[in-house]
C-alpha cells in the first residue's frame, strides 16, 4: 500500500493565519488495522475527516469575530480541526470531537504547526450517551448531515450537550437533510433562523442557527 500522500496550506484571516496539514486529495486511504472498518468507515468515506471543505471555512470565517467570552464551546466533526485551531489561536474554551481514528492525530499536528495550546480532543460517536463531554454554551459544526439518519443522531447528541442558554451554528452545504434536522431541533425547543453567508456567493448551503 502506498504511504498516504498530504499537502499543507495556509488559511488566511483579518489578523492570523492558520497553517493546515491535511490529505493531498479525496483518493487517499489507510486502514492497516481495519480501525476505521471497525468504526464503519468504509474506503470510499475514509479520507473525508481529512481534507479542507468549504463548508469548515465558512464556519471558521462565522467564528472570526463571534463573542467567545465566557464560552464554553464544542466543535463537532472536527475534521483537520479548522475552525477549532481558529478559537484556539483567540484563546477560547474550546474542545474538539471526531468519530474518525486519525483526526486526534492530525489536529495534534496541526496545533503544533501553529504553535498553540493543545485543544482537548475526544473520539466519540454521536450515539454514545455517556461520553463524559458535559455541557456547552456554545456548539459548531460545519458539513455533518451526510445521511438521513444523522437528523436523529446530531439532534440528540446536540441536545444532551446544551447548557440551558446555548447557541448551535452548523453549517450545511445542501446535502438536503437540514430541513429535517431543523424540525427536529424545534420539537426539542430551539429557535431556529438560517442564512446565506455573507460575502460568498459561490457557497451554495446554508448557516443554521438555533438558541435556546
Known amino acids: 500500500m502506498n504511504a498516504v500522500r498530504i499537502c499543507y496550506q495556509t488559511v488566511e484571516?483579518?489578523?492570523v493565519d492558520i497553517h493546515i496539514r491535511s490529505l493531498r486529495d479525496k483518493q487517499q486511504f489507510s486502514d492497516p488495522f481495519g480501525e476505521a472498518e471497525a468504526l464503519g468507515i468504509s474506503s470510499a468515506q475514509w479520507s473525508l475527516f481529512g481534507v479542507l471543505w468549504e463548508s469548515s471555512k465558512v464556519l471558521?470565517?462565522?467564528m472570526e469575530h463571534f463573542?467567545?467570552?465566557d464560552k464554553r464551546i464544542l466543535e463537532v466533526g472536527c475534521g483537520i480541526g479548522l475552525t477549532s485551531l481558529l478559537l484556539?489561536?483567540?484563546q477560547a474554551d474550546i474542545t474538539a470531537t471526531d468519530y474518525h481514528p486519525e483526526a486526534s492525530t492530525f489536529l495534534t499536528e496541526n496545533t503544533r504547526l501553529n504553535s498553540d495550546e493543545t485543544i482537548p480532543f475526544l473520539r466519540t460517536a454521536w450515539q454514545d450517551e455517556h461520553d463524559g463531554l458535559g455541557t456547552f454554551d456554545l456548539i459548531i459544526g460545519?458539513?455533518?448531515?451526510y445521511e438521513a439518519e444523522h437528523i436523529t443522531l446530531l439532534s440528540e447528541f446536540i441536545d444532551?450537550?446544551?447548557n440551558p442558554h446555548c447557541e448551535i451554528i452548523l453549517v450545511d452545504p445542501g446535502r438536503g437533510n437540514h430541513a429535517q434536522f431543523s424540525k427536529a431541533m424545534v420539537e426539542?425547543?430551539?429557535i431556529h433562523h438560517q442564512h446565506k453567508p455573507e460575502g460568498n456567493e459561490e457557497f451554495k448551503g446554508m448557516i443554521l442557527k438555533y438558541k435556546r
Open 13 to 15: 484571516f483579518e489578523e
Open 160 to 162: 444532551r450537550h446544551t
Open 60 to 62: 471558521a470565517k462565522e
Open 67 to 69: 463573542n467567545i467570552d
Open 88 to 90: 484556539n489561536s483567540r
Open 142 to 145: 460545519a458539513d455533518l448531515l
Open 188 to 190: 426539542k425547543g430551539y
